[in-house]
C-alpha cells in the first residue's frame, strides 16, 4: 500500500534516531560540535531492504566488511549522496576491487596491497580517502604503533590516495570505558602526524557497543551496525 512503512523500517529509524541522539549528546558533553561526527552506517550481512530503509531514515555513509558483498550492493543503491566506506581487512588481491568501488578505505595498512589500491584508483581517474588502520594488539590487521609514521609517508605519497586519518579497531575491554585508553592513544598518534600531514584529521574509532567513549575521545567517524539494525546474521560459509 502506497506509504505503507513496515515494522523493520520503523524500527531502523527509531534505532538511528538513537544513535544519533546518544552521538550528539556525547559530542556535547566533550565540548564538541556533534556535526564534527560521521556516523557510518555498517550494512555488513544486511539485506537490501534494510539497508534502503536505513537510507531513507537518512543514513548517508555506509561500511562494508566483505568485497563481494560491496560488489553486489553499491550497484543497488541510487542514491548519490550515499558515500561508501570500506571497512574489512584490505587485501593485495582485491585492492582493486575495492578501488572501483569505495570512497572512503578505512583500512589501508600493507604496503602491497596499499600501492594495488593506490594504482587501480589513479588508472581509473579517482582518489579515494584513505586512512591508516593501526594495531594496538599485536595480533590483528593493521600497522604497529611505531610504525605510523613511515606507513603515513607511504600512503601520502601514492598517487590515487589522500591520508586523511587513522582507523582503529579498541582491543576487547570489559566494558565501553575500557576502550578509552585506545581511543585516546589513537588521537594521539594523529596529533603528532599532523606535523608532517596536517590533512590528516579523521579518527575512525568507535562502534556499537564504545562509540560514546569514542566521541568523547575525539572520533569523527564511528562504525555502527547492530545499534542500527540489530544482531547480525552471520555470513554463510562458502
Known amino acids: 500500500m502506497l506509504g505503507h512503512v513496515s515494522a523493520r523500517a520503523e524500527d531502523i529509524a527509531s534505532n538511528l534516531e538513537t544513535v544519533r541522539r546518544r552521538l550528539a549528546d556525547a559530542a556535547t558533553e566533550a565540548g564538541r560540535d556533534p556535526a564534527e561526527v560521521r556516523l557510518i552506517v555498517v550494512t555488513k550481512t544486511v539485506a537490501m ?11 548517508r555513509d555506509l561500511g562494508e566488511n566483505y568485497v563481494t558483498e560491496l560488489r553486489a550492493k553499491r ?68 600497522v604497529a604503533p611505531a610504525d605510523v609514521p613511515a606507513a603515513a609517508d607511504l600512503v601520502a605519497s601514492l598517487e590515487g590516495l589522500r591520508l586523511r586519518g587513522l582507523m582503529t579497531i579498541a582491543p576487547p575491554t570489559a566494558d565501553a570505558e575500557g576502550a578509552r585508553t585506545w581511543f585516546r592513544r589513537l588521537r594521539g598518534l594523529r596529533d603528532a ?29 564511528v562504525r555502527i551496525g547492530t545499534a542500527v539494525f540489530g544482531p547480525r546474521t552471520p555470513r554463510p560459509q562458502r
Not at 83 to 90: E, F, Q, V
Not at 95 to 123: C, K, M, P, Q, S
Open 49 to 59: 531492504l534494510a539497508i534502503n530503509d536505513a537510507i531513507a531514515a537518512g543514513a
Open 75 to 142: 550497484p543497488e543503491v541510487d542514491d548519490p549522496g550515499v558515500r561508501w566506506h570500506y571497512i574489512g581487512a584490505l587485501q593485495s588481491h582485491t585492492a582493486h576491487h575495492v578501488a572501483d568501488l569505495a570512497d572512503v578505505v578505512h583500512t589501508v595498512a600493507g604496503e602491497r596491497a596499499a600501492r594495488r589500491l593506490g594504482g587501480r584508483a589513479a588508472r581509473g581517474g579517482r582518489t579515494l580517502d584513505a586512512l591508516l588502520e593501526v594495531d594496538f594488539t599485536g595480533g590483528r590487521a593493521g
Open 193 to 221: 602526524l599532523r606535523e608532517r600531514h596536517p590533512d590528516v584529521l579523521d579518527l575512525s574509532m568507535g562502534m556499537s557497543l564504545d562509540y560514546e567513549v569514542a566521541v568523547q575521545e575525539g572520533a569523527t567517524m
